[in-house]
């Protein structure tokens, strides 16, 4: 999926496109995926799992694969990016602050399902409540340019760490399903 992903924000920028426009369809896609399995996962005993993680994967292999590739860069050029960025001490800095971000969100995705089960959330909820968090994703992709010309990066990534910081001081406060809501990884832009 990373993959894919390059390759369309390449063949977004080569070709002018809004890759927030183009990439929120993915969003839409992992929010119907995420309430069909928590409605799947709620109505068997796991047995229907294997089969829709091996569907799901096939439809992004073959999404992936049929991506406009774009022209590969030979030579020097190839790595002359390479050497401008590897000695920038700024993008040293954005790359350890971006570090830090995704690897505080990471946390919550590779728990939050387990947390909400704890509680005894259904799998249906639990589904519902990750769509839900990426109607947010879809929300920051439809408006991206606009955000992005009026914070800038920085801008955006302290938005970023301000949400991160938001969800984790409400993360024990309350279980109540209506706090589950807001703290919901929607926070993570």
């Known amino acids: ?3 894919g992903d390059t390759i369309t924000l390449a063949a977004a920028r080569s070709e002018g496109l809004d890759y927030g426009r183009i990439r ?3 969003s839409v896609s992992f929010i119907v995926a995420s309430i069909a399995s928590g409605a799947a996962l709620a109505s068997s005993s796991g047995e229907r799992v294997l089969p829709l993680v091996l569907g799901a994967s096939t439809l992004v292999l073959l ?3 049929h991506i406009p590739s774009t022209r590969p860069v ?3 050029a190839r790595t ?4 401008l960025v590897a000695g920038d001490t700024s993008f040293s800095i954005f790359i350890l602050a971006v570090s830090a971000l995704q690897a505080s969100h990471q946390v919550y995705y590779g728990f939050g399902t387990l947390y909400w089960r704890s509680l005894g959330l259904s799998d249906t909820t639990i589904g519902w409540l990750w769509a839900e968090g990426v109607l947010a994703e879809i929300l920051l992709f439809w408006q991206g340019q606009r955000l992005l010309a009026r914070l800038g990066p920085i801008g955006l990534m302290v938005l970023g760490g301000i949400a991160g910081i938001m969800r984790w001081s409400l ?3 309350d279980e109540a399903l209506t706090l589950l809501w807001l703290r919901s990884p929607r926070l993570d832009w």
């Open 1 to 3: 999926m990373p993959l």
């Open 24 to 26: 929120l369809w993915g």
């Open 63 to 65: 999404a992936c694969l």
């Open 74 to 76: 030979k030579g020097a």
């Open 80 to 83: 002359t990016g390479i050497d």
């Open 171 to 173: 993360a024990g406060a």
